[in-house]
Structures are given as C-alpha cells and as structure tokens.
C-alpha cells in the first residue's frame, strides 16, 4: 500500500498566511501528514472505535453532544461541526439538541424570507427545502439559531450546506425551474453578503464553513475567502468512477489552492467505493497536490467509521510551498509532481494516478 501512494506539502507560514477566526477550539495543522474529517459518524459507535476514531480523524458533523463528549474524552481537540442548510428551509429534519428536528413550522409564517419567483416560493423537490432570500431577514435569523443550536451540542463552527448560486444546483430541479444565466451575478453578490453577515456574526464564536459543491462552474464568482473554509464536495471526481474532464480538474485544483494559500480550512470530500484502489489513489494525489495548513480530506463510503491505511502515510512536510498554480506541477513529460520529505507524487489526470513512490 505504501508503494499504491504518497506525497506531499508545505508550512504555510512563510507566505504570512492570515489566521482564520479563534474558536473553541483550534484547527490543527495538517502540513506533514494526511488529515481525515469525517462527514458524519454514527451515535451507536463501540468504545473501540470511538477511541480509534478519536486519535485517527480530526473532525465530523451532525453527531449527538453525547458523541462528542465521547470521542473529546479521548481527545479534547476533536472537532464538531452544526450541521444547516444555509439559503435553503423546510420540513428537513438535523440536530437541535438532542433530537432530530426542523424549524419549518415556525419558518413558513416568514413569507419575507423566502425567495419568490413568479409570485411562489422556490422549491427544491429532490432535497425537500425552499430556497430562502440570503437579504432578507433570515439571515439573522439563521445567525441566531445557528449560535443557539450549536451551544446545545457544544459545537466548534457552523456546516452551511448548499451555499451556491441555485442555478449551480441544478436550474431545472426547483420547482419553479429557475432559468439559467438569468441573474447569477445577483446571486453571486447575495451570497458574498450574506457570507460577510454570517462570518462577522460568527468570528471568535464558531467557524464557519459553507459547502462551495464541486466548483467547477466556470461562471461561478462566488468568493468563498470570506469564510474560514470550504468543504469542496465531490473532489477530484464527479462520483464513483465519474472523473471530471482536465480542464475541469485543473479549475477545482486552482480554487482550492487559492485558499489553501490563505490558510484557509478546506475539507475535501469524495464519494466512492470501498475497493476502488484506482480512485482512492487519484483522490489522495489530488488532495496531496494541494494539501496546505488546514487541509482534509475524506473519501466517503457512508456513515459508518471508516479508514484506509493510504490515510497513514508518513509524508513529512512538503518540500515546497502550495503553488499559485496546479500547472506549476507539471513536468513536461505531463506528469503532476509534489514532493514530500519522505515521499513524491506522480500523476496524469486525464486518465488515473499513475505512481506513487
């Protein structure tokens, strides 16, 4: 297994990274080694695997108090985040204290809140929310909650899933279809506001972390530095066996970079399958090639605890700092390189990874 990976990243603090919000509790540095976030962990977890859990990942979401108090009992700098859709609203159960809940019976009396479109509300049959206007005040109302929510399960930052410009979750899959192109520089700039909102109201409190989804809209404006972080979901690959087109991957790879040279947190998150060596290992490379201060990765097979033994390679520190650009790791043979202390990476992401030494 170490000969299917390894390799590489930097300190960050050469470049005088700026330091994200202070919070109950640290973001660790993951320059010399693989980082796991999990996104979501069962409540029914052994004693043997909370301990194990514990001292192999960093953090998680949507667990109970009770599973937090559990697993920060083995190491008091576990990471919890509150899990909440953020310009979205509805009949969609997540944690409020110790119950799985939804505050929509209260929400849907707000009629201001919602987004409208041809005098109706915006809904998102798949996902079972309304799309909310990020202007109006439901922002502060989100920010209220959000602190209340997350002091009852002693919460470190905020998950703000779904935080896009709709037209990027799918035009056609609200109800009424929102037509595309028309007034995404609009939404572009709502959600830049309402991430300065949020971030002003969460500094030093909680940190707060949207979901930007793959990013590889070209149109897509959005600018996510305003937050702490990002999850970028779906990374390096669409989906199981679903890798993106270069052009694409290479877009991903340069936004991500762009924050990772700020300091900024970054969660990158994948969907795949348990035996697909191939992918696991171009989903590593990938975030190995950008890896920074405040960089995980999680390649997602489910709720259930989970860890390959890729994630315990000893890299050490990279041998350089994250570039400006992905294209300054390519070699003219077209190979990718990041080189680590104890190890390198090699790969060509028009087809799969191809060494790892």
């Known amino acids: 297994m170490r000969r299917l ?3 590489a990243l930097v300190a960050l603090a050469a470049l005088g990274a700026p330091s994200v919000a202070r919070a109950l509790r640290p973001i660790p540095d993951t320059s010399a080694a693989v980082h796991v976030w999990d996104d979501q962990l069962p409540d ?42 953020a310009i979205g609203d509805g009949p969609v159960p997540f944690r409020i204290g110790d119950r799985w809940a939804s505050d929509y019976g209260y929400v849907t009396r707000q009629e201001a809140w919602f987004w409208h479109q041809d005098g109706q509300r915006v809904y998102q049959p798949q996902w079972g ?40 979750l799918g035009a056609d899959s609200f109800r009424p279809p929102l037509q595309y192109f028309v007034g995404e520089a609009a939404w572009t700039a709502r959600i830049d506001r309402f991430m ?20 590889i809209t070209t149109r897509d404006r959005t600018d996510y530095a305003i937050a702490d ?9 669409g989906g199981p066996q679903s890798f993106y087109a270069p052009g694409d991957w290479r877009l991903e790879m340069n936004r991500a970079l762009g924050l990772v040279r700020r300091g900024k947190v ?27 201060t405040h960089t995980f990765v999680n390649m997602d097979i489910g709720t259930e605890p989970q860890w390959f033994p890729e994630y315990g390679v000893e890299l050490g520190p990279a041998l350089a700092p994250p570039p400006a650009s992905i294209d300054a790791l390519r070699t003219p043979s077209g ?12 790969s060509i992401p028009t087809t799969m990874p191809t060494c790892w030494s």
């Open 5 to 7: 990976l390894a390799p």
């Open 44 to 85: 029914s977890m052994s004693a043997a695997q909370v301990r194990f859990v514990a001292r192999h990942l960093d953090g998680t979401q949507k667990v109970s108090r009770q599973t937090a108090e559990r697993l920060r009992a083995v190491d008091p700098g576990f990471l919890v985040l509150h899990y909440r859709l």
């Open 129 to 168: 929310w309304y799309l909310m206007n990020p202007d109006s005040d439901w922002r502060a109302y989100w920010a209220q909650r959000v602190l209340y929510e997350a002091s009852l399960l002693s919460d470190d930052g905020v998950f703000a899933d779904s935080l896009s410009v709709p037209q990027y």
């Open 196 to 215: 300065r909102y949020e971030e002003q109201r969460m500094r030093g409190k909680l940190w707060f972390i949207p979901n930007a989804g793959s990013w």
């Open 229 to 237: 972080g990002v999850m970028i979901e779906a990374f390096a690959e």
């Open 266 to 292: 970054l969660i990158a998150q994948s969907y795949l399958g348990a035996t697909d060596t191939r992918a696991r290992g171009f989903v590593l490379g990938s975030y190995l090639l950008i890896k920074g």
């Open 335 to 346: 190979l990718y390189v990041r080189r680590y202390a104890r190890a390198w990476w090699r």
